[in-house]
C-alpha cells in the first residue's frame, strides 16, 4: 500500500507563492494517477489538479498553480503562484492505480494527513 505525506504549507500573503510536495513511500509513485484537493472550512472537498499521463487544473486555478512530478523523490509537487484568500484550505494529495483521472474523491482510495494553507488579505 502507497503512503502519501504532505508538506509546504504554511501562512503566505495574498500574491504570494508556496510550493507543496506530497511524498509517496512504498510503491513507485508514477504507477499512480495523483491529485491534489483541497477542503476550506463549512465547504466541500474539491479537486485543484491532477496528473497522470496528462494534467488537469480546475477553473479557479488554471493559470496560477503547475503540478509536476519529481521523480527523483518520488513525489508529486503543487507549485502556487499569485495566491489569493479564497485559495485557504487544507490541501490534500490523494492517489489511485493510474487511471483516467476522476474528480471524485471517492475515487482516490490513498491520501495523505492534508497541509494547511493560509493566505492573508
Known amino acids: 500500500q502507497v503512503q502519501l505525506v504532505e508538506s509546504g504549507g504554511g501562512l503566505v500573503q495574498a500574491g504570494g507563492s508556496l510550493r507543496l510536495s506530497c511524498a509517496a513511500s512504498?510503491?513507485?509513485?508514477?504507477?499512480?494517477?495523483a491529485a491534489w484537493f483541497r477542503q476550506a472550512p463549512g465547504k466541500e472537498r474539491e479537486i485543484v489538479a491532477a496528473?497522470?499521463?496528462?494534467?488537469y487544473y480546475a477553473d479557479s486555478v488554471k493559470g496560477r498553480f503547475t503540478i509536476s512530478r519529481d521523480s527523483a523523490k518520488n513525489a508529486v509537487d503543487l507549485q502556487m503562484n499569485s495566491l489569493e484568500p479564497e485559495d485557504s484550505a487544507v490541501y490534500y494529495c490523494?492517489?489511485?492505480?493510474?487511471?483516467?483521472?476522476?474528480?471524485?474523491?471517492?475515487?482516490?482510495?490513498?491520501w495523505g494527513q492534508g497541509t494547511q494553507v493560509t493566505v492573508s488579505s
Open positions: 490523494a492517489a489511485v492505480i493510474v487511471r483516467a483521472i476522476s474528480y471524485r474523491p471517492n475515487d482516490y482510495p490513498y
Open positions: 512504498g510503491r513507485t509513485f508514477s504507477a499512480y494517477t
Open positions: 496528473i497522470n499521463w496528462s494534467t
